[in-house]
């Protein structure tokens, strides 16, 4: 794990990944769980969108009019309306955790 300071008490502490509270002045810096969140609604849109796919199939009629065969293949439509249902519900989660990241940088610049 790599060692950042803190900009308040210049201490060196561990950097845990999701947020990093430094020991001294116990000041807590960005959490990247907006991030882990919206990436997760994404993936979770896409393999709900592959599941649902392969459960609701749809009938295609192969053949002449004499010979028909009708074949079930995978429902595209519904891939597609479930990653981009996914996408749009992942947005306000990257934008919360753009404005906490913003705030936290005009909170240090006021604070110095």
Known sequence: MAKI???KCKTKFENNGLSSLCPNC??????????????????????????LGNVYKIERVNGDSILDTTEEVFNINL?????????????????LGSINYRLNLLIDKNEK
Do not use: H, N, Q
């Open 79 to 95: 891939l597609i309306i479930s990653l981009t249902s996914g996408a749009f519900a992942s947005i306000p989660l990257f934008g």
């Open 5 to 7: 300071e803190c900009d």
């Open 26 to 51: 116990r000041r807590k810096r960005t959490p990247k769980i907006y991030m882990y969140a919206a990436i997760g609604v994404i993936l979770l849109g896409l393999f709900s969108g592959i599941i």
